[in-house]
């Protein structure tokens, strides 16, 4: 779903809630907007606008390299990888799914969606596959699909056999409106309907779940899901139009997706469009971040707190336990927690 850019200034200020931030450096900056992560060899992968891809490493932020994936100034907002290979989709009609060799970085298109309103909001490699998740077409037809290459050959399923509603579509904001488990795959959704859409991976049903989630127009909905397991989850979002506003914009699931609780509504510090349960912490701690703030909760989502004012992030990633990678407008920045 196409969504407004908003440019802010950069403000930062620190509060401690059960941990405290040890150190906080941009290791990279450009003008680029990122909003898509991969972590890989002790680097930091991403694209972008102007169809900039590139790396950056974690231990040392001058060895760095970026590349153009092609002539035309395209979008990326999607970024995946398998052991050999990185994937991503531009944003744009036709929909290039480009393969990018991890040691040459010698890239190839392997497919094209031509459709006129093929939107690529998500990807995601999960149980040796590739998820790919789009706007819907013309008939409302569900556009989620898997793909694999196999023998040099691009071989895909498409997983058509679901309506979705009029105006419900999903958000290109982190790449994270997609999250895997080992029984199921889970796609968040907003603008006229917030979903979950859940696929069993070992028979391919797939089932829809309403949610109290904010929704109702364009702008709102969920705009990020991170999943526990096959059981705790996590929905983040609001209205990218009105990013203080901060009702009915966090939800948690504990039974696989099917039923969500709102958490801390009215009491979060907004519009939100990443979220990332800490590893190995069971969805007890919890980063997510905004185009206005970093926040943390240490409680399974019930309550959070504003860590970081600073602005212009849309994207973050868990390096380690205590380490986060975040990107967004013109940046890529590393934060250390101490616990």
Same mark, same amino acid.
Not at 16 to 45: C, M, N, P, T
Not at 62 to 82: G, H, V, Y
Not at 165 to 172: R, S, T, V, Y
């Given at each position: ?50 169809? !900039?891809?590139? =790396? /950056?490493?974690? @231990?040392? %932020?001058?060895? *760095?390299?970026? $590349? ?82 196999? !023998?040099?050959? =691009? /071989?895909?399923? @498409?997983? %058509?056999?679901? *309506?979705?509603? $009029? ?173």
């Amino acid at each position: 779903m196409k969504k407004l850019i908003t440019t802010t200034c950069l403000v930062i200020s620190f509060f401690s809630f059960g941990q405290e931030i040890e150190s906080f450096k941009e290791i990279y900056k450009d003008q680029i907007s990122i909003r898509a992560l991969e972590l890989h060899d002790g680097k930091v992968w991403y694209n972008g606008t102007d169809s !900039k891809f590139g =790396f /950056v490493d974690l @231990k040392n %932020p001058e060895n *760095k390299k970026q $590349i153009a994936l092609s002539e035309k100034k395209l979008q990326f907002r999607t970024l995946a990888q398998d052991q050999n290979s990185f994937y991503t989709i531009n944003i744009e009609s036709p929909a290039q799914f480009f393969k990018i060799d991890k040691k040459s970085l010698k890239h190839q298109i392997v497919y094209q969606d031509t459709a006129k309103n093929a939107f690529y909001d998500a990807l995601y490699f999960h149980k040796n596959k590739f998820f790919a998740f789009s706007d819907p077409s013309e008939d409302l037809n569900l556009k989620l699909m898997d793909f694999k290459i196999v !023998k040099g050959k =691009f /071989v895909t399923k @498409k997983y %058509p056999h679901l *309506k979705m509603k $009029i105006g419900e579509a999903a958000f290109a904001s982190s790449n994270t409106n997609i999250s895997g488990g080992e029984n199921f795959l889970w796609v968040a959704t907003g603008g006229n309907s917030s979903r979950i859409l859940r696929l069993n991976l070992k028979n391919d049903k797939l089932e829809a779940f309403e949610t109290p989630f904010v929704h109702g127009i364009s702008s709102q909905g969920i705009y990020s899901i991170d999943f526990s397991g096959d059981k705790f989850g996590i929905a983040v979002g609001g209205d990218y139009t009105k990013q203080n506003e901060n009702v009915n914009n966090i939800a948690t699931s504990t039974d696989a997706g099917k039923t969500w609780q709102i958490q801390a509504s009215g009491n979060n510090a907004g519009y939100t469009t990443c979220v990332k349960i800490k590893p190995n912490s069971k969805g007890k701690d919890i980063i997510s971040v905004g185009d206005q703030h970093i926040s943390y909760s240490s409680d399974f989502g019930k309550t959070w707190k504003k860590i970081s004012d600073e602005k212009g992030f849309y994207v973050c990633k868990w390096i380690d336990a205590n380490t986060i990678v975040f990107a967004g407008k013109d940046k890529i920045s590393v934060m250390k927690l101490s616990f």
